[in-house]
């Protein structure tokens, strides 16, 4: 009987080596990372210095939601977890979404006091109606859902074909150097879109 290839130690050995094929990635990148890490750190100082009320409670927790997100996001790539990094970025995106909503609507922070937050669809709706410009968190979302949502649009990520014939599903991530260049450089734009809502501009009569 052949011993089980898919032990937490193999996976650890596993993903260790994809994480040292990335070193490169996240030198390349530092400079950006540590920028946009440390402006987002200092709107954090802006929000926590507001004072106390509701609303800027709840933007602070939806500023750690999206912390949190995009450095989840970052780890998870750099260790080859691609379909999952997207889902952390789908969630900074709704989170991002909400905290708009809080901008230009305070009493949504109180729907999310009373746990009543309502569907990323209906939070972006409102921020249309309110003259917020979505289009970029729309195109991105929808672009992410198509990864996330159980189908065959992420298959790339989870199968290696070496023929029309023969291939290998990837368990435990794969280290695709194109993959992970392009969403570690592209995940801390998120901390950027976090602050304020984008309004739509205004068209001369």
Avoid at 91 to 96: G, T, W
Avoid at 144 to 165: A, C, I, K, M, P
Wanted: charged share 25%; glycine share 4%; hydrophobic share 35%.
């Amino acid at each position: 009987m052949s011993s089980p290839r898919y032990t937490f130690n193999n996976l650890e050995r596993h993903t260790n080596s994809i994480r040292l094929g990335a070193r490169k990635i996240i030198r390349k990148h530092r400079s950006f990372l540590n920028q946009a890490f440390s402006d987002f750190s200092k709107h954090l100082d802006e929000i926590e210095q507001q004072p106390p009320s509701l609303q800027r409670n709840v933007k602070l927790m939806l500023a750690c939601k999206v912390f949190n997100h995009v450095y989840s996001g970052i780890i998870l790539i750099e260790s080859g977890l691609t379909v999952d990094a997207i889902i952390c970025e789908r969630s900074a995106l709704e989170s991002i979404a909400f905290h708009w909503l809080v901008c230009v609507d305070p009493t949504a922070a109180g729907e999310y006091e009373t746990e009543k937050v309502p569907r990323p669809v209906e939070v972006r709706r409102r921020l249309e109606k309110l003259g917020v410009d979505i289009s970029q968190l729309r195109e991105m979302y929808s672009f992410d859902s198509e990864f996330t949502h159980v189908g065959r649009s992420s298959e790339r990520f989870d199968n290696q074909l070496e023929s029309s014939l023969k291939g290998s599903v990837l368990f435990g991530g794969s280290g695709s150097l194109i993959d992970q260049d392009h969403m570690i450089k592209f995940l801390p734009h998120f901390l950027y879109l976090f602050p304020e809502p984008l309004m739509k501009q205004a068209h001369p009569t």
